[in-house]
């Protein structure tokens, strides 16, 4: 089955610090998103992406986090100024279209630790 | 707005026994449908199941099975001879039509023991 890559796996930073995460979609698919999960929370919804534009966006996605579609092939968060609260493992998805029959595809995640 | 609800943070079995997993959610759209996502430890999000709330149909992967009750807006998810390596996380997760701005339960721990 086809998958949805995310580097780095691992990520530790100092607090204020810019970081990007990685992504790499599966080939054929349209759609892309960012979600997080902070330890022992639910998991949230950041941000949706197509066409090259954000289509939405929650209110945790503010002026320091930013999206970006460089290539082609890789979809990038980047967060501009770290805080401890961005502590959390952040996944990737991407789907092909909207269609209710589609499949949305999961990246294993990056752990981020802002200390 | 859209709210999901999974009130057991914790369920433990015995291997080959049957468990049901509890979720229910809030919308006042018509068209959505809903998920149940597995976590292991190694974290990565695997889809277990869908269900579009159009079909009356409930839907079945293998062993695993949903009791989606529209009206009562309930979607829980029954896993049948269970296996330990059905131990992890499991979301249930709301989705509407337009999109794939899900939005998801707390998560049951779900372990099953030998």
């Known amino acids: 089955e086809p998958e949805v890559t995310q580097t780095p796996s691992h990520q530790v930073t100092q607090m204020g610090q810019e970081v990007i995460l990685r992504c790499v979609p599966i080939?054929?698919?349209?759609?892309f998103y960012w979600y997080r999960q902070i330890l022992g929370q639910k998991v949230e919804f950041l941000v949706s992406?197509?066409?090259?534009?954000?289509?939405?966006k929650s209110e945790i996605f503010d002026d320091q986090f930013s999206v970006e579609r460089p290539d082609g092939s890789n979809f990038t968060l980047k967060i501009r100024s770290t805080k401890l609260e961005d502590s959390a493992m952040y996944f990737c998805?991407?789907?092909?279209?909207?269609?209710?029959?589609?499949?949305?595809?999961f990246g294993s995640g990056t752990q981020l630790s802002v200390l | 707005a859209q709210t999901v609800t999974q009130s057991q943070p914790e369920m433990s079995v015995q291997e080959a026994e049957t468990v049901t997993l509890s979720c229910t959610y809030d919308?006042?759209?018509?068209?959505?449908?809903l998920f149940w996502y597995k976590q292991p430890p190694s974290r990565q999000m695997i889809l277990v199941i869908r269900?579009?709330?159009?079909k009356q149909q409930n839907a079945t992967e293998n062993r695993f099975s949903v009791n989606f009750q529209k009206a009562a807006k309930s979607f829980s998810l029954k896993i049948s001879d269970s296996q330990l390596g059905d131990t992890a996380m499991y979301f249930c997760?709301?989705?509407?039509?337009?999109?794939?701005?899900?939005?998801w339960g707390a998560g049951t721990k779900l372990i099953i023991k030998p």
């Open positions: 997760a709301l989705g509407l039509s337009s999109n794939y701005q899900l939005i």
């Open positions: 998805a991407s789907t092909k279209t909207l269609a209710t029959n589609e499949k949305l595809f």
């Open positions: 919308t006042s759209e018509n068209n959505y449908y």
């Open positions: 269900q579009e709330a159009y």
């Open positions: 992406f197509y066409n090259n534009e954000i289509s939405e």
């Open positions: 080939s054929n698919h349209l759609y």
